[in-house]
C-alpha cells in the first residue's frame, strides 16, 4: 500500500507566539525570541540565554486530574495539539469514534524527576510526590498524557531522537499512514524550556555567551557565531492519509513526500557531513524529486560553529549546483531541541502558505562552508512548492523531511 | 488552630485544588463521591493535608472517613493529637 500522506492541521506555542498567525507575523517580520533568564545565571550556568516561552494558563480548559499529570512540555503540547485539531476540523465527538494515534518528539521532563527527588530528599516520604509526579516525569509524558486527555485511539507511543526527535515523528507518522497502518496520527515535538532541562548542555560550553546582545546572539552560519540558544514549547501537525482528508472535508495544507534518515556511526556529539548528505539524499530519492525541485531548505544549522560547518558542506554538497535558497529560524527561535524537527515544518509551511520565506536574521559573513551557500537574509516573497526540513541530534541521528504543496 | 478555622481551610482547598463547587459541600455529604475522588486523588489529598496540617495521613484512615464531617472531626483530632505531642508557643 501506497497511501499519500497530508497535513490538515498544524499548531504552535514557541517563543514566537501562541498560536499559528501569531508565528507567521513573527517569522515574517523576522522577529526573535531570544531574552535571558537570570535564574540560569544564579544558578551557575555560563549563559542565561534562552527562547522566552509563556507558560499557558490550563486552568478552565483541562480539569484538575488532566492538569496535575502534564509536565511543563506537555502543557505546551495540550495548547499546540488543540489548535491543530481545530485547524484540522477534529472534534471530540469524532475522534471518538475514530482511530487516531499519537508520535511526538521528546526526550526529557528534567524538571518534573528533579522536583521529584528534592521532594523525596527533603520529606524521604514518596507518597508526598503526589498523583501526577510519575507522569510528569517518564519521557513519554506528552504520549500518555495527550493520548488520555484526547481519547486517542490508535498508534501511541513517544520518539526520543535528541534533537531530531519532533522531525523523525513525523518521518514514523508519515511512513505508517503511507503503509496503510494508521489514517490519522499527531505528530509534533515537545520541548522543556527551565534551568533543570539545560544544565548539562550549558556545561559543555555549547551555548552563546553573547548576552549583552540576546537577539542577535543566534547566527547560523555567520562566521562569528559562537553557540547556540535553547528554547523550547511544542508544534504539533496532524498527519492523515489523503483519501481521509477529503472524505472529511478537512483542509489539506501540504503533503509529506519524503523521509530520509541516518546515523552518523561516529562521535557522540560532533556532526558528520557524510551522515548528513546520506539523509538528504534518501529523502530526496522517496520523494522521487531531485535537487533542484526544493524551492527551500529550512536548515538544521543552530549557531554552533562545528554543527554549522558540517551542514554547510552537506547542503553544498547535494544542493551545491542549485544555488537552493536556504535559512534557519533558529535564527529566531533558538534552539528548541527535541520540538524543532516539528517546529520547523511548521515555520516552513507557514511560509509555503503565504508564499515567503523568513529570514535567517544575524547572518553577517560568511565563513568557508556558510559562503557557498543561499542564505536569505531578509524576508523574501517566494512561492515555495517543495521544501525541505533538517534535523539532527546528539549520537548522530539525522532526519529530513521534504513536503510539497498541494494543488 | 480552631475547629471553624479547619474548616475553612479544608473547604479551601477543596473548592481550590479539588475544584468542588462550594454548595456541594454540605457536612453530611459524601466526600468520595462529591469530589468524585479516584485512588490517584486520594495521594494528592496526602500532599494537601501534609502541606497544610504538617501531619502524613496514613490510606487506613480514610476507610472510616465517609462524610465531610468525619473528615473535618479526623482532621480536627488529629490537629489536637499535634498539639499534645507539640504544644503551640
Known amino acids: ?407 | 488552630m480552631t475547629n471553624e478555622e479547619i474548616i475553612e481551610r479544608i473547604n479551601g482547598f477543596l473548592i481550590e485544588e479539588f475544584e468542588v463547587e462550594p454548595e456541594k459541600i454540605v457536612p453530611t455529604a459524601n466526600l468520595r463521591e462529591t469530589l468524585e475522588l479516584d485512588s490517584l486523588d486520594y495521594v494528592d489529598l496526602v500532599v494537601i493535608m501534609e502541606s497544610n496540617f504538617g501531619f502524613k495521613v496514613v490510606a487506613e484512615d480514610f476507610i472510616t472517613i465517609s462524610t465531610f464531617q468525619d473528615f473535618y472531626d479526623y482532621v480536627n483530632r488529629k490537629v489536637e493529637e499535634k498539639k499534645a505531642v507539640v504544644p503551640e508557643t
Not at chain 1, 484526547?150 to 508519515?174: D, E, P, Q, R, V
Not at chain 1, 552537506?314 to 536556504?326: K, R, S
Not at chain 1, 521544501?387 to 549520537?395: A, D, I, P, V
Open chain 1, 1 to 407: 500500500m501506497n497511501n499519500r500522506v497530508v497535513i490538515t492541521g498544524l499548531g504552535i506555542w514557541s517563543c514566537l507566539g501562541k498560536d499559528l498567525d501569531e508565528v507567521k507575523d513573527a517569522l515574517f517580520s523576522g522577529k526573535s525570541g531570544i531574552g535571558m533568564d537570570m535564574e540560569r545565571k544564579a544558578w551557575g550556568y555560563r549563559s542565561g540565554l534562552t527562547g522566552i516561552v509563556e507558560k499557558p494558563q490550563l486552568k478552565g480548559l483541562l480539569d484538575r486530574r488532566a492538569r496535575v499529570g502534564l509536565s511543563e512540555e506537555a502543557e505546551y503540547a495540550y495548547m499546540a495539539t488543540l489548535e491543530a485539531m481545530k485547524n484540522a476540523k477534529m472534534d471530540m465527538s469524532w475522534v471518538e469514534k475514530n482511530e487516531v494515534g499519537i508520535l511526538y518528539g521528546n526526550d526529557s521532563s528534567a524538571k518534573a524527576v528533579s522536583e521529584a527527588i528534592d521532594t523525596i530528599r527533603l520529606k524521604k516520604d514518596t507518597t508526598l510526590l503526589g498523583s501526577g509526579s510519575i507522569f510528569q516525569s517518564m519521557n513519554c509524558t506528552v504520549t500518555m498524557n495527550l493520548s488520555t486527555i484526547f481519547k486517542l485511539k490508535g498508534i501511541n507511543f513517544t520518539i526520543s531522537a535528541a534533537c531530531a526527535s519532533g522531525s523523525h515523528s513525523i518521518g514514523l507518522g508519515y511512513l505508517m499512514i503511507k503503509w496503510g497502518l494508521q489514517k490519522h496520527i499527531i505528530c509534533g515535538g515537545a520541548q522543556e524550556v527551565n534551568p533543570f532541562a539545560f544544565g548539562s548542555f550549558d556545561g559543555l560550553s555549547a551555548f552563546s555567551i553573547r548576552e549583552d546582545e540576546p537577539t542577535k546572539a543566534s547566527r547560523p552560519f555567520d562566521k562569528n557565531r559562537d553557540g547556540l540558544i535553547p528554547s523550547g514549547g511544542a508544534a504539533t501537525l496532524i498527519l492523515e492519509s489523503y483519501e481521509s482528508a477529503i472524505e472529511r472535508g478537512a483542509p489539506v495544507l501540504a503533503e509529506v513526500v519524503g523521509y530520509g534518515f541516518s546515523s552518523n556511526g561516529e562521535h557522540i556529539s560532533n556532526s558528520n557531513v557524510d551522515g548528513q548528505i546520506r539523509s538528504l539524499r534518501m529523502a530526496l530519492n522517496d520523494a522521487n524529486l531531485k535537487a533542484n525541485d526544493i524551492d527551500y531548505i529550512n536548515a538544521h544549522a543552530t549557531s554552533t560553529p562545528g554543527g554549522d560547518f558540517a551542514e554547510a558542506q552537506a547542503l553544498d554538497a547535494v544542493f551545491g549546483e542549485c544555488n537552493t535558497m536556504v535559512s534557519s529560524t533558529k535564527s529566531m527561535t533558538g534552539h528548541e531541541c527535541w520540538m524543532a524537527g516539528a517546529s520547523e515544518i511548521v515555520y516552513s509551511t507557514l511560509m509555503m502558505q503565504n508564499n515567503f520565506i523568513a529570514p535567517n536574521i544575524n547572518f553577517e559573513e560568511g565563513d568557508e562552508a556558510s559562503k557557498k551557500l543561499n542564505i536569505v537574509t531578509k524576508t523574501t516573497e517566494k512561492n515555495i512548492d517543495v521544501f525541505l526540513s533538517n534535523s539532527f541530534g546528539f549520537g548522530g541521528t539525522n532526519s529530513s523531511l521534504v513536503m510539497k504543496k498541494i494543488k
